[in-house]
C-alpha cells in the first residue's frame, strides 16, 4: 500500500468547510483513497472513497487531483461532532478491505 | 453498509487472566474479519486476519498463541488475550470488509474493546 502525509492537526471554525489534505505521491494505478475518521474512544467510520474521479456523499466530499499524487477531503458544514481523528489510507481494491492506518489528521471543530 | 458490534465494551481482569472479546456482524455475512489494537495517542495497528473455517492471519510481530482467534461462524469472531498482562492495555477494534455497489470493499469497524489489565 502507499503511504501517505497528512498534517498532524488542524482547526476549522464551527459551520465552516472544513479541507483536510492528504499526499501519496508514490501511489499506483490500482490504488483507491479512501478517508475514515475516528472520534475519541470509538472506533473508525468510513467517510468516502475513489479512485481518480471526484466523489461526493452525504458525509463529505473527495477530490483527487489529476496526477492523483494528492487528494483533499472536504467536510462542507463542520460541526462540534466532526472533531475527530481523519484518516487517509491509499490501497488497492483486493485484500478484503485490509488497511494500514497512518498517524492520520486531527481536526479540532471550534464554535 | 455493515453494522458491528462488539462485546464487551470494556474490560477490567488480573494479570494472568484470559480474557475474550466478540465481534459480530449484525446485518451481512463476513467470511473475514480483522482485529486492530490501538495504544492511547497512536494509530490502529493491524493483529490478525481472522478466516472463517481456517486458521487466522497474524501480522509480523503478533504472538498467536497469546492472542487467540477464533472465526466460529459467518457473522462471529472471537479475539482471546491469553494470559494478559498490564502491557495489553489497549483498545481492540475488529471491522469487516464490505462489498459495495462500486465493486470496492471498504471496512466497517465495530465500536472497539477497552481492556485494562490489572
Known amino acids: 500500500d502507499a503511504k501517505t502525509t497528512q498534517p498532524p492537526s488542524m482547526d476549522c471554525a464551527e459551520g465552516r468547510a472544513a479541507n483536510l489534505p492528504c499526499n501519496h505521491s508514490t501511489i499506483s494505478g490500482n490504488e483507491y483513497v479512501y478517508w475514515y475518521r475516528q472520534i475519541h474512544s470509538q472506533g473508525p467510520q468510513y467517510i468516502i472513497h475513489?479512485?481518480?474521479n471526484n466523489e461526493t456523499n452525504e458525509m463529505a466530499s473527495l477530490i483527487i487531483t489529476e496526477d492523483r499524487k494528492s487528494s483533499t477531503l472536504i467536510l462542507p458544514h463542520a460541526t462540534l461532532r466532526d472533531t475527530a481523528v481523519y484518516y487517509c489510507i491509499v490501497r488497492v481494491n483486493t485484500n478484503a478491505g485490509k488497511s494500514t492506518f497512518g498517524d492520520g489528521t486531527t481536526l479540532t471543530v471550534k464554535p | 453498509g455493515a453494522v458491528v458490534s462488539q462485546h464487551p465494551s470494556w474490560v477490567i481482569c488480573k494479570s494472568g487472566t484470559s480474557v475474550k472479546i466478540e465481534c459480530r456482524s449484525l446485518d451481512f455475512q463476513a467470511t473475514t474479519m480483522f482485529w486492530y489494537r490501538q495504544f492511547p495517542k497512536q494509530s490502529l495497528m493491524l493483529m490478525a486476519t481472522?478466516?472463517?473455517?481456517?486458521?487466522?492471519?497474524?501480522e509480523q510481530g503478533v504472538e498467536k498463541d497469546k492472542f487467540l482467534i477464533n472465526h466460529a461462524s459467518l457473522t462471529l469472531s472471537t479475539l482471546t488475550v491469553t494470559s494478559a498482562h498490564p502491557e495489553d492495555s489497549s483498545f481492540y477494534i475488529c471491522?469487516?470488509?464490505?462489498?459495495?455497489?462500486?465493486?470496492?470493499?471498504?471496512?466497517?469497524f465495530g465500536p472497539g474493546t477497552r481492556l485494562t489489565v490489572l
Open positions: 471491522s469487516v470488509p464490505w462489498r459495495g455497489s462500486k465493486y470496492t470493499d471498504t471496512q466497517y
Open positions: 475513489g479512485l481518480k
Open positions: 481472522s478466516n472463517e473455517g481456517s486458521k487466522a492471519t497474524y
